[in-house]
């Protein structure tokens, strides 16, 4: 009770003209910065960074709070429309939402599902957060090296949803996945690692130029050898009402944006796993749940799991950075940045020394995911005329902005240099029959497991007992047993009989 | 036609009038003045320590008025873990450009640059070395053990412990430390973070015994107790609430560890001398302002410690050979 009286508090701090203001000035910027495909929140946020100095510094962390929480609604609206993510966490919205866009003819409907399950998922992480912020912290806290290796290698078996029909060729390119992303400085021991002398390569492969390459860019080629085709997508389904989704479809969304809001919360509480990480999980997760279209082909379900789940994760990311000062993402360790040049300081003190700051803040989260929801409806007749743009036309504007995108996460060419190889790479592999998904997916996942697995070994001294001594990570073993068994087992039960071998 | 006419040579003279004025600033005043932008490369992400370092002396000169009304371009140049802003530094050919050219450069810079590159010192003008920091080590609340002392004992004993700690700077303190101790690297392991947040993070949840941070990132969680200093790696006891942790020669019969982490900028090696002269009063005059006193050296627990351009130049030079020796370069 006594949090939400802060709660409170928070709110009639926030509800002053000028931070009702700047909440809006943020929601509308972090729009945009996240349907730009690779300036994800982390450059919003470090771009706006200097501008807030001059503000007081609730002010400037609502602004910035704002942006950070809206881009994870702008981010699917690339990925819906053209099928290239507008950032790291929406990369799995695209698997479904792109082709209920175009296949399936609904792309009002799939931005709108988009919208509604980021905001249930974002409601559900900000009442948490609100709840049970600093505790959630503290169970965060409880995830050392070896719980979150054990949480990973279960994360890892969620790629066996991803492989699609031929598992060869899935296990192929996770492995491939793994191998780019081991490329570069070893983390714990700084000597590079597979990089053929070459100084970019010292770096390893970074991340969204090779994901706009690999499914962005390679969609540009594909769209090459098709420029000549007509679009099939009728635009005059141009009001708001016309991209209402059905009472059906409602109900369809409705439960995978729970489930996947208290996911995606849980995992953005964790030490070094972003938004990013808790879509993949979302949706992986949903691949094992029944959906009413198969997963990939264009699912409401798909949307809404990954997408509620990567807004939980942005409001969940809030509690170790509230709570105790520890940043749970790239963006967050911007924000922290902030905050010390705000002159306030991070860290196990912060609710109790600037309680108007953090309670403001969370206050605010609620706000912009309302405002946020608002405009993105609003915009939805305007965003789905892009698709009535002719493909030819298309080409040259969408190979912009993934060189845009790939040249702005490190102001340089060899990000561009990346996406377009990358882009060649994915091209080929969809055309002979390769998903790339399970790539894209090892390649976020790997270097997590590998530093958490080298810590808790470094911890033990070698031993793998360190997994199977602490609770937490002893549960997740066993879940991973289970799950590696399953299939087996299965096949045993069902050839002595016991199961009829219909499941699924 | 004549208004077009009348126009076109108000616009020409207009367009012209800035670029005389321009150059008769650059002639007019004894030696070099920057007369464009300035650009200042980072080679570490927006946000963490040497940014904000960066930040914090562009927004002094700018406040001040040092740098003839002229403006920051900050850089954040990340790719090859920094290197290629370097070696892009390094290569600035001479003129208006290299002499509007800064680099951030720390000791965690230099170090890797020296291990995994041909780069050198000697391809930069050094132009100043601003503060200095170093380590202690915390235990977390829940810590078996309450001194440096007793973790000694236990090592004797049998027992093995791991230090979490950042990379770079933290991991040479590390080896000096244990080198001085005369044990093995088993006896007390080492976990490299990619920020001593995270480093924190481990000792917090009690995953780790031990972590060594520089009093900036500690702060609050020793104001919260949730970490206690237990030992100060440098020459003497640190100050304020730090002050309780004692050197390593207090604590039995070793040599104090001490590794001073610097902060420096560096230029391109063609920047004139003029100009580097120029930066190095410039960055002289942030060093003894009070806005440098209070915002940054003060707030974040550094030593003040201002080196112009030849002693930051030699002093470089010096930690370079150190670093190649215990690389056996």
Redesign the interface.
């Known amino acids: 009770m006594e949090n939400l009286l802060h709660l409170f508090e928070g709110f009639s701090i926030l509800f002053t003209f000028q931070n009702i203001i700047v909440t809006m000035f943020g929601a509308v910027l972090g729009l945009l910065v996240g349907a730009m495909p690779g300036i994800g929140s982390l450059a919003g946020v ?1 771009l706006l ?2 501008l807030t ?1 001059k503000f007081n510094p609730t002010t400037a962390i609502i602004m910035l709070g704002a942006l950070y929480y809206a881009n994870m609604y702008g981010g699917a609206f690339s990925s819906i429309l053209i099928g290239i993510p507008g950032d790291g966490p929406a990369v799995m919205t695209m698997m479904d939402g792109y082709p209920m866009a175009t296949q399936r003819n609904r792309p009002g409907q799939a931005l709108l599902t988009s919208n509604l399950s980021s905001f249930i998922g974002g409601f559900i992480g900000m009442v948490i957060l609100t709840f049970m912020g600093p505790l959630l912290a503290d169970i965060g ?6 719980e979150m290796t054990a949480l990973l290698l279960v994360a890892m078996t969620s790629i066996g949803w991803l492989v699609g029909e031929n598992p060869t060729k899935g296990v192929l390119l996770t492995m491939f996945g793994i191998l780019l992303a081991s490329m ?2 070893d ?4 000597y ?1 690692r597979y990089d053929f002398g070459n ?5 390893g492969i ?1 991340f969204v130029p090779f994901v706009i390459g690999m499914v962005g860019f390679s969609q540009v080629m594909r769209l090459m050898s098709e420029r000549h085709k007509e679009t099939k997508i009728s635009v005059d389904k141009l009001s708001i009402k016309d991209s209402m989704i059905t009472l059906h479809d409602f109900k369809r969304l409705f439960f995978p944006a729970i489930r996947s809001g208290f996911l995606g919360t849980f995992v953005g509480v964790l ?2 796993a972003g938004a990013t990480t808790a879509a993949f999980m979302g949706y992986a997760v949903q691949k094992s749940f029944k959906s009413e279209e198969p997963m990939g082909s264009g699912a409401i379900e798909g949307i809404a799991a990954c997408e509620a789940a990567n807004n939980g994760a942005a409001a969940g990311a809030f509690a ?1 950075l509230l709570a ?4 749970g993402s ?1 963006t967050g ?6 905050l ?2 705000w002159g306030l ?6 609710f109790t020394n600037s309680p108007e700051f953090a309670w403001g803040l969370i206050a605010s989260l609620f706000l912009a995911n309302v405002i946020t929801l608002m405009i993105a409806w609003g915009v939805i007749p305007f965003l789905v005329k892009i698709l009535s743009v002719p493909t030819r036309l298309m080409i040259p504007v969408i190979t912009v902005i993934c060189i845009v995108g790939s040249y702005s996460t ?3 060419m ?1 990000g561009v240099l990346i996406m377009f190889i990358s882009g060649v790479l994915g091209y080929i592999l969809n055309r002979t029959g390769y998903s790339t998904a399970p790539a894209v997916l090892s390649f976020v996942l790997a270097p997590l497991l590998e530093s958490n697995m080298r ?1 808790a070994f ?2 033990s ?1 070698g031993s793998l007992g360190i997994f199977f001594e602490k609770p937490i990570s002893l549960v997740f073993m066993l879940i991973l047993l289970v799950i590696l068994l399953f299939p087996a087992g299965r096949l045993v039960l069902t050839k002595l009989g016991v199961l009829k071998g219909k499941k699924n | 036609m004549k208004k077009v006419f009348l126009l076109a040579i108000v616009l020409f003279v207009a367009a012209i009038v800035p670029v005389f004025a321009q150059g008769e600033a650059e002639t007019g005043s004894e030696g070099f003045v920057p007369s464009k932008d300035i650009e200042w490369f980072v080679t570490s992400s927006p946000g963490g320590g040497s940014d904000i370092y960066t930040r914090m002396i562009a927004d002094i000169m700018t406040r001040k008025d040092l740098v003839n009304g002229q403006t920051f371009l900050v850089t954040n140049k990340t790719d090859g873990g920094g290197e290629v802003g370097r070696l892009q530094v390094s290569r600035v050919k001479g003129g208006n450009i290299a002499d509007h050219t800064l680099l951030t450069f720390n000791s965690g810079d230099h170090a890797p640059m020296v291990k995994n590159t041909a780069n050198r010192i000697e391809n930069f003008t050094p132009i100043a070395v601003m503060a200095v920091d170093k380590q202690l080590l915390y235990i977390g609340e829940y810590s078996k053990y309450a001194s440096f002392a007793e973790f000694l004992d236990a090592i004797a004993a049998g027992q093995n412990f791991v230090i979490a700690g950042s990379k770079g700077d933290d991991i040479a303190t590390y080896e000096l430390l244990v080198e001085e101790l005369g044990i093995t690297q088993n006896q007390i392991s080492f976990i490299t973070n990619d920020a001593t947040s995270d480093a924190i993070t481990s000792v917090l949840g009690g995953h780790v015994d031990l972590v060594m941070s520089k009093p900036a990132a500690a702060d609050q969680y020793v104001v919260a107790g949730k970490l206690t200093p237990i030992l100060a790696l440098s020459e003497t006891r640190f100050t304020g609430n730090l002050a309780s942790a004692p050197t390593l020669s207090e604590v039995g019969p070793y040599d104090n560890v001490e590794n001073p982490i610097w902060r420096g900028v560096v230029a391109p090696k063609s920047m004139s001398a003029e100009a580097a002269d120029f930066w190095s009063n410039a960055f002289k005059a942030v060093s003894e302002s009070e806005e440098w006193q209070n915002e940054y050296i003060n707030k974040y627990k550094l030593l003040s410690e201002f080196k112009g351009r030849e002693e930051a130049s030699a002093f470089m030079q010096k930690f370079q050979e150190k670093t190649l020796a215990a690389l056996g370069k």
């Open positions: 470090a960074l200097p100095f806290l409880k995830f050392g090296p070896a570069g400085m983390t714990l021991s700084g590079p100084i970019y390569l010292l770096g970074p030490p070094g170790p105790l000062g520890i940043p790239g360790a911007v924000l922290l940045g902030g010390m040049m300081n991070p860290g196990p003190l912060l490190s102001n340089s060899y810590k470094i911890i001294q």
